[in-house]
């Protein structure tokens, strides 16, 4: 399907890594893992099942949270959430997560906004999702200038949570913690191997040829561009807006 766009690949990607799940939880800027979580919401409950439960920090419609980020931590730690999204200003072969800055800390030569709560999420939530739609070679790095968050833990060390796969504005790789490092499972349309491997500062296993990331069907999109797009409009009603334009400008 040609009209199907780049962004909307992404979205049905994250509600197939999502499936299965009780209790998804998505941070105050990330609207294409919020959109995918209400999509896979979308999908069970038009098929008579039972959706996924959506937390959204910043959200009033989709957050029963009433304390913020305090309540989201006890949550996770009890076991209650079961998918989490994590991006960076880089992010290496290991899963390590950077996001504090650039060069030489503390006198880094660029600085983000920080690590909040994402190394106590990484260690405690079961299926974490690292998400970042650039894909160049500044963010995927050999190595992060600054662990805000590791990928993997030195044996002895308890963790129920961790990295299960990384999808980016190119490709979904999968996590291989044993090794550790990641494979590359599919190419979206309009990008090969070549062109993600010149992209990325670390080394990744891949299949000769590996798969195109699989397209939605009608209904899926159907379903994302009525019900899903009506309600991430609560939360992100700028993101949604967009979306609904470049689809105009793909019909015209």
């Known amino acids: 399907m040609a009209d199907v766009l780049p962004r ?23 609207p294409i893992p919020a959109a995918g979580a209400m999509l896979l919401r979308a999908m069970k409950e038009a098929g008579g099942a039972v959706g996924p439960r959506i937390s959204i920090l910043g959200s009033v419609e989709h ?4 304390n913020g980020s305090a309540e989201l931590f006890d949550c996770a730690g009890q076991g209650r959430i079961d998918a989490f999204f994590l991006g960076g200003g880089q992010i290496d072969g290991f899963g390590n997560v950077n996001l ?8 880094s030569s660029v600085r983000w ?7 106590y999420l990484y260690f405690v939530v079961p299926r974490v999702i690292l998400f970042r739609e650039e894909h160049t070679p500044r963010v995927f ?14 044996e002895g060390v308890f963790r129920s949570g961790g990295p299960v796969a990384l999808l980016t504005g190119k490709g979904l790789f999968r996590f291989d913690k044993t090794r550790p490092g990641f494979d590359l499972e599919s190419v979206h349309p309009g990008h090969d191997l070549a062109e993600i491997k010149q992209a990325t500062g670390f080394r990744f296993g891949h299949d000769a040829e590996p798969r195109q ?4 069907d009608r209904s899926t999109l159907d379903l994302l561009r009525g019900r899903v797009f009506d309600e991430l409009a609560e939360t992100y ?5 967009q979306m609904r334009r470049d689809r105009v400008a793909v019909d015209a």
């Open 141 to 154: 790095v050999e190595k992060v200038d600054f662990i805000s968050a590791p990928g993997v833990s030195p």
């Open 237 to 241: 009603p700028e993101f949604a807006a």
């Open 63 to 66: 957050n029963f949270f009433t």
């Open 113 to 119: 906004p920080g690590s909040f709560g994402s190394a």
């Open 213 to 216: 990331t699989p397209l939605p």
């Open 100 to 107: 504090v800055g650039t060069g030489d800390y503390p006198r």
């Open 8 to 30: 909307e690949v992404l979205i049905c990607t994250i509600a197939r890594l999502l499936d299965g799940v009780r209790h998804v939880a998505v941070g105050a800027s990330s």
